[in-house]
């Protein structure tokens, strides 16, 4: 685990760990992309293909808009960690 300041220590506990910088956070980030896109393309097939439970507003907002923002948000660490920033 890589050495770091009391003080980056302290900025990072004061956002709550919303900042993946170790290892075992990084892999917790893709499971919760894993399932957040799996369900996002599940209610996708269920919406077209078998019944429309939700409004499109809605599925949009509730399912694929987190969706894309975790998948980003995890590429940029990927891309982060190994930079080694």
Same mark, same amino acid.
Not at 21 to 28: C, I
Not at 30 to 33: F, G, K, L, M, Q
Not at 37 to 41: E, G, N, T
């Given at each position: 685990m890589p050495r770091v300041s009391e003080r980056q220590r302290r900025v990072y $506990?004061?956002?709550g760990g919303v900042l993946a @910088?170790?290892?075992?956070?990084? !892999?917790?980030w @893709?499971? &919760? #992309?894993f399932v957040v896109?799996? $369900? &996002?393309?599940v209610v996708f097939c269920v919406q077209r293909? /078998? #019944?429309q439970v939700f409004d499109v !507003?809605?599925?949009v907002c509730i399912?694929? /808009?987190p969706a894309v923002v975790i998948v980003i948000y995890v590429f940029i660490c990927l891309? @982060?960690?190994r930079k080694g920033c």
């Open positions: $506990l004061g956002l @910088r170790h290892v075992d956070e990084l !892999a917790t @893709r499971v &919760a #992309t896109v799996m $369900l &996002a393309v293909f /078998v #019944t !507003a809605f599925e399912f694929h /808009v891309g @982060r960690e």
